[in-house]
């Protein structure tokens, strides 16, 4: 089946590590996008990738890094400069722009930092 | 930069019940999802639209562009409708989807 996969769904890690996130899809989208959800607020964009070994900043990409070596996946490593790395994770893909196409969404993955 | 602002933040309502959130934006915009956010998290994209109106099922979706108005009904509501509904605007700016906080729907048997 198609669709988009991110591991793993919880995600514990201790305060000073880097960790990355997967996401993985297979269909065979151009464009991926990470969110981070917090509660009580709205999706906010993290990094965003239109092709192949290009990528563009968000609006809350400090302590992010992200890599797009393949279509399939775009990996996301929360470093130790997040100062609040605590939240839900969500990957996405879609044909194109952010400002053109659907989006589909991954599963998330809920990072704790302690 | 686009401002999303969705209402009713919280819904409870008895099953049957005809369900409207609103959604309302601060800049024009190419188009709007409504989203769908199950407990657990994953999300699932309900409609695109750019005008008019879009049905699905037991869901409609209306937007009027000049007035940056979108609303999301379900009609019949049932408990499994029950989850976070996310209003989401694309383009009006250079940071790509914007959303608003969601609406957390109750549907009570």
């Known amino acids: 089946d198609g669709g988009i996969t991110q591991s793993p769904k919880y995600l514990f890690r201790k305060e000073g590590q880097n960790v990355t996130l997967s996401c993985e899809q297979n269909l065979n989208h151009d464009a991926m996008y990470w969110y981070r959800q917090d509660p009580g607020q709205g999706l906010r964009l993290i990094y965003y990738?239109?092709?192949?070994?290009?990528?563009q900043k968000g609006d809350i990409a400090e302590g992010y890094s992200v890599s797009r070596e393949k279509k399939e996946s775009f990996p996301l490593t929360v470093t130790s400069a997040q100062k609040n790395p605590t939240a839900f994770y969500l990957c996405a893909s879609g044909g194109g722009s952010p400002i053109s196409y659907e989006q589909y969404f991954g599963p998330g993955t809920r990072l704790t930092v302690t | 930069k686009n401002e999303v602002e969705q209402s009713p933040q919280n819904l409870t309502a008895q099953e049957g019940e005809f369900i409207t959130i609103n959604c309302s934006y601060s800049v024009g915009i190419s188009a709007l999802h409504w989203l769908q956010q199950h407990p657990g998290g994953g999300i699932v994209s309900l409609f695109m639209l750019s005008s008019g109106k879009k049905k699905h099922g037991r869901l409609i979706a209306t937007i009027n562009i000049q007035e940056k108005h979108s609303s999301l009904h379900i009609t019949a509501s049932h408990p499994r409708d029950s989850a976070v509904y996310i209003c989401a605007v694309i383009g009006g700016g250079a940071d790509g989807l914007t959303f608003g906080k969601g609406t957390h729907l109750i549907i009570q048997p």
């Open positions: 990738s239109q092709i192949v070994n290009d990528f």
